[in-house]
């Protein structure tokens, strides 16, 4: 079965610290892609990032970075130097070839930065 | 490009009534999903519409259901509201039926009272 785990409910930090998003998914199948959306106050969830299973290089767009790992099947999610409008719930999320689009998303993760 | 938009954006209905939502998606896109969040369960997968056919259903009871159109816009529908209905309803397009990227919604928010 398919499975995406958060482990970490809510960090907190003060701007300009770097913080690290945990996230490590379960499949099966060998083609899949996973995702980070940052999901704001206002609800609507905002797309981050999306790689393919085939592509283990990290990829920097920012102050944003992410770290995927196949052989630890984690896709950890970094930011550096946070800043407060980086304050969201940020979902690590996982499709796979046999499914359509159909998401399976982790449970979130709560950043709080405070300034 | 205007984005994914949904009406209504919020709603208040009460038990055993029913609701229509509807989603337009990103010109182009053909692929339409519908997801429910809730705090106790977090994002949940209802289902897919591509080229007006469902293509994948989540885990929910017969009492939601959906459609797409010729434009692509959806609706989806849940019958004899129930208050655990209450939730944030996420609608999300993507171009392809694939593994793409889904791009959602505001979402809207019903209140079953």
Redesign the interface.
């Known amino acids: 079965a398919q499975k995406v785990t958060q482990a970490q409910t809510e960090i907190s930090v003060v701007e300009k610290e770097d913080v690290t998003l945990d996230c490590v998914y379960e499949t099966r199948d060998t083609?899949?892609?996973l995702?980070w959306?940052k999901q704001p106050p206002?609800?609507?969830?905002?797309?981050l990032i999306?790689r393919?299973s085939f592509d283990e290089q990290n990829e920097i767009s920012g102050r944003y970075s992410w770290n995927f790992q196949k052989s630890t099947s984690s896709f950890n999610f970094t930011i550096t130097a946070s800043q407060v409008v980086d304050s969201a719930v940020y979902?690590c999320?996982l499709?796979?070839?046999e499914?359509?689009?159909?998401?399976?998303?982790?449970?979130?993760t709560i950043l709080r930065v405070k300034s | 490009k205007a984005g994914v938009t949904q009406t209504p954006r919020y709603l208040i209905k009460t038990r055993g009534q029913q609701v229509t939502l509807s989603c337009s998606p990103i010109s182009g896109h053909r692929?339409v999903?519908w997801?429910q969040q809730t705090p106790g369960q977090?994002?949940q997968?209802l289902f897919?519409y591509?080229s007006e056919t469902q293509?994948?259903k989540?885990n929910f009871p017969g009492r939601f259901s959906g459609r797409q159109f010729s434009n692509s816009r959806s609706e989806m529908n849940v019958s004899t509201l129930e208050l655990g209905d209450s939730a944030?309803y996420?609608c999300?397009s993507?171009l392809r039926?694939?593994?793409?990227?889904?791009?959602?919604?505001?979402?809207t928010?019903l209140l079953v009272l």
């Open positions: 083609t899949y892609y995702f959306y206002s609800g609507e969830l905002v797309f999306r393919n979902f999320a499709s796979w070839r499914y359509g689009n159909k998401l399976v998303f982790g449970a979130g | 692929s999903s997801y977090g994002l997968f897919e591509f293509r994948n989540g944030l996420l999300a993507s039926q694939n593994q793409e990227t889904q791009y959602f919604g505001p979402g928010r």
